[in-house]
């Protein structure tokens, strides 16, 4: 089973600050990496899918980078209605989950 | 628009099974796989199992061959989750979710299940 470590486990920002969320697997999972935000109560919602790629209506401060075992997401500037818990995803190998990165507002 | 709406919060005790619906609309039901996903309190998303809405073929888990059985309705857009034995590790919030191409979306709003004596 490919193992996704998130980092860090809780991110403190501003609102308008630089987030940058890591994500590394046990293994090579080529591009097949997804980034969902999950606020309390509702669904999770698809951000970024295949490494890079926005899903639909996905404003364009969400951005995601990496390759192999080596994941990141960026919010450029984050909004209030930013701050949630993240999650990373892969595909390549059945589908396994990270632990979530908690974004919170300092 | 594109939706999943879940049936509502269970209590079960040890050993019992619980059922958990999962409506689609917005879109041709038997186009998409539907995914089951669960996270216990404290604890990663975890990947229960599929099924093809358009033959009805289904895939498990490991995790949960023998206590999992994922069914579909066609005729109602409606996927379904049985969770049979029961234990407090069961405790979760259940997610369906739509495979759009190769990636979950969207996702319905969860349903809570409790097990407790």
């Known amino acids: 089973e490919i193992v996704l470590t998130q980092s860090p486990a809780t991110l403190s920002l501003s609102p308008g600050e630089r987030a940058t969320l890591s994500c590394r697997a046990s293994?090579?999972?080529?591009?097949?990496l997804a980034w969902y935000q999950h606020k309390p109560g509702q669904a999770p919602r698809l951000l970024i899918y295949?490494?890079?790629n926005r899903a639909t209506g996905i404003p364009a401060r969400f951005s995601g980078s990496g390759s192999g075992t080596d994941f990141t997401l960026t919010i450029s500037s984050l909004e209030p209605e930013d701050f949630a818990v993240y999650y990373c995803?892969?595909?390549?190998?059945?589908?396994?989950f990270g632990q979530g990165t908690k974004l919170e507002i300092k | 628009q594109v939706q999943l709406v879940q049936s509502g919060a269970e209590v079960k005790k040890p050993g019992a099974s619980v059922k958990v619906s999962c409506k689609a609309s917005?879109?041709?039901?038997?186009?998409?796989?539907i995914h089951w996903v669960r996270q216990a309190p404290g604890q990663r998303l975890e990947w229960m199992g599929w099924?093809?809405?358009?033959?009805?073929?289904?895939k498990y888990s490991q995790n949960f061959q023998g206590s999992l059985t994922i069914t579909r309705d066609t005729s109602a857009s409606t996927a379904y989750m049985e969770l049979r034995s029961l234990n407090s590790g069961d405790t979760a919030v259940y997610y369906c979710a739509r495979l759009n191409g190769v990636y979950f979306d969207p996702w319905g709003q969860g349903t809570q299940v409790t097990v407790s004596s």
């Open positions: 995803h892969q595909r390549s190998s059945w589908y396994t």
């Open positions: 099924i093809n809405t358009g033959n009805g073929d289904t």
């Open positions: 295949d490494t890079s």
């Open positions: 293994q090579n999972v080529g591009s097949f």
């Open positions: 917005g879109y041709t039901f038997s186009n998409y796989a």
